[in-house]
């Protein structure tokens, strides 16, 4: 099982461009998520799926869009990309049951310029 | 008040030495409790759950306080690849949704 793929791995956008940030769960997990980590703070949580076709926000949803269409994929659109969106971002799934921990992709590095 | 907070440190421990550090949280609801490791901003990793009575896994041993409304976080015997960031994570009751603390960074001395 790959678990929780995340790509790309690195990108560069300048301002006002849009893109996509692919993740994709091999696991047949309920819950997704995605999170953005910045320096002296802890993850944030953008936007959240329980299952396919539900969505719902997180903590910091301005600026990002997602959809579950399918159990497995995840996708996160930054709209018009801003330099306060420069961070790194994860996404994590998880069974959604009980005491059950989630597990994260490798991560995106994301720069705005 | 933060959901999560915990003190990030550094935490410099000699190797061979035993470190341990707390993570308060605010929602006395909250039903589910771990510790994530993290090294140099990679991806979040499962340590270990927090059981209510408490867990150990090797030289690693959990502690719940429900009362206080504190977890935490003990290492024995420090290793030098102990170095890293440790997470405080809590989950709500009747929810996935986990809030994170900023993390406690141990750095272990030779």
């Known amino acids: 099982n790959a678990g929780v793929t995340q790509t790309p791995e690195f990108q560069v956008l300048k301002t006002g461009q849009s893109m996509t940030l692919q993740c994709a769960q091999d696991?047949?997990?309920?819950?997704m998520s995605w999170y953005r980590q910045d320096p002296g703070m802890g993850l944030r949580l953008i936007h959240y799926?329980?299952?396919?076709?539900?969505?719902d926000q997180g903590e910091v949803p301005n600026g990002y869009n997602v959809s579950r269409s399918t159990t497995e994929d995840f996708p996160l659109r930054l709209l018009s990309a801003a330099p306060s969106q420069t961070s790194v971002y994860f996404c994590?799934?998880?069974?959604?049951?009980?005491?059950?921990?989630?597990?994260f992709g490798d991560g995106t590095r994301l720069s705005i310029l | 008040r933060k959901e999560v907070e915990q003190d990030p440190g550094p935490f410099n421990v000699p190797e061979g030495a035993t470190v341990a550090f707390n993570c308060t949280y605010s929602?006395?609801?909250?039903?589910?409790f771990f510790w994530y490791r993290q090294d140099c901003r990679k991806e979040p990793k499962l340590l270990m759950s927090?059981?209510?009575s408490g867990n150990e896994d090797g030289r690693f041993t959990a502690q719940l306080n429900r009362a206080s409304q504190y977890i935490s976080l003990l290492i024995r015997d420090s290793k030098l690849s102990d170095s890293a960031t440790y997470l405080c994570?809590?989950?709500?009751?009747?929810?996935?949704?986990?809030?994170f603390g900023k993390g406690n960074q141990v750095v272990v001395i030779p």
């Open positions: 929602n006395s609801a909250s039903q589910s």
């Open positions: 927090v059981y209510s």
């Open positions: 799926s329980v299952g396919a076709g539900i969505t």
């Open positions: 994590a799934s998880s069974t959604g049951a009980g005491n059950q921990p989630q597990h």
């Open positions: 696991m047949n997990h309920e819950y």
């Open positions: 994570v809590v989950k709500g009751h009747g929810n996935n949704r986990l809030a």
